[in-house]
């Protein structure tokens, strides 16, 4: 799987949304024949655009990084040595739950701080990373017990679908993480 691909074009700006609407069209209904370079923003993990005005004209470009495939290995400098380390404990290394925690706990963050409850598979992910997390020892113990009462009334709140409820048990998850995080980080 290639890490990301780029679309690099210099177009005259009336053309511009046209080429927005083309973009949209792929994402929607795939790309088409005769802009099948399209095809690369269909799927994305991530995609950025960026668009300037250089000298009369218009360049864009745009970068698509794909979804992971289910049966791609995550890239990592020790691959060998971590999946030998998680055989013999069960368990991931601690920071690459902390990296999924990051990443959850950003959408989850977001959504409440924008008025929406964060979608269910990001809370169950971030929960069952956070059980996993307080099972180390040795990362800010003292703080375990509270960060899980924090993290139980979240998705409570998530539960019962009330926005206001889940904002403050969010906000309160990222206090205790801060200060966790000010000692052992």
């Known amino acids: 799987m290639a890490k990301k691909t780029k679309i690099e074009k210099y177009i005259q700006p009336g053309e511009l949304p046209a080429?927005?609407?083309k973009m949209a069209d792929a994402l929607e209904g795939g790309?088409?024949?005769?802009?099948?370079?399209?095809?690369?923003?269909?799927?994305?993990?991530k995609l950025k655009i960026n668009i300037r005005n250089e000298f009369g004209h218009t360049a864009v470009k745009v970068t698509a990084k794909p979804m992971p495939e289910e049966n791609d290995e995550i890239p990592d400098d020790k691959t060998e040595n971590s999946a030998a380390e998680e055989a013999t404990t069960d368990k991931p290394k601690y920071k690459t739950i902390k990296k999924r925690m990051k990443?959850?706990?950003?959408?989850?963050?977001?959504?409440?701080?924008?008025?929406?409850?964060?979608?269910?598979?990001?809370?169950?992910?971030?929960m069952a990373d956070s059980q996993l997390m307080v099972s180390y020892e040795g990362y800010g113990d003292e703080y375990y017990d509270e960060y899980m009462e924090a993290?139980?009334?979240?998705?409570?709140?998530?539960?019962?679908?009330?926005?206001?409820?889940?904002h403050k048990a969010c906000d309160e998850i990222n206090s205790i993480t801060a200060h966790c995080h000010s000692r052992y980080k």
Not at 157 to 163: E, G, I, K, L, N
């Open 103 to 126: 990443a959850s706990f950003k959408v989850i963050f977001k959504s409440v701080h924008a008025g929406t409850i964060p979608p269910a598979g990001v809370v169950e992910e971030f």
């Open 31 to 45: 790309a088409p024949e005769d802009d099948a370079y399209l095809v690369m923003i269909e799927g994305f993990k």
């Open 19 to 21: 080429f927005l609407r």
């Open 151 to 166: 993290c139980e009334k979240f998705q409570q709140a998530c539960t019962d679908s009330d926005v206001e409820a889940a």
